[in-house]
């Protein structure tokens, strides 16, 4: 899931470097919190939440087939 999330949040920044994701479970519980630079929170979050959101669905279906619930949240540097 962490590895997912980093290569989608690359693709989309100018400031790839500055991309961290950092993963924490609980028992079949996945939490995901995404940092960018202050500069990509908008490129990462989209119009109305849609980019956030649809990485989010991503994020499900892939640990959906792990038998596992996943969260993300996007977190303001």
């Not at 028992?27 to 990485?55: F, H, Q, S, T, Y």
């Amino acid at each position: 899931m962490k590895a997912l999330t980093e290569y989608i949040a690359k693709a989309l920044v100018e400031h790839p470097e500055e991309v961290e994701v950092t993963q924490t479970r609980q028992g079949n519980r996945v939490r995901l919190e995404m940092r960018v630079a202050k500069d990509d929170m908008g490129r990462v979050i989209g119009r109305n939440g849609r980019v956030a959101n649809a990485i989010r669905v991503l994020l499900r279906v892939a640990a959906e087939r792990d038998g596992q619930q996943v969260t993300l949240d996007v977190v303001e540097p």
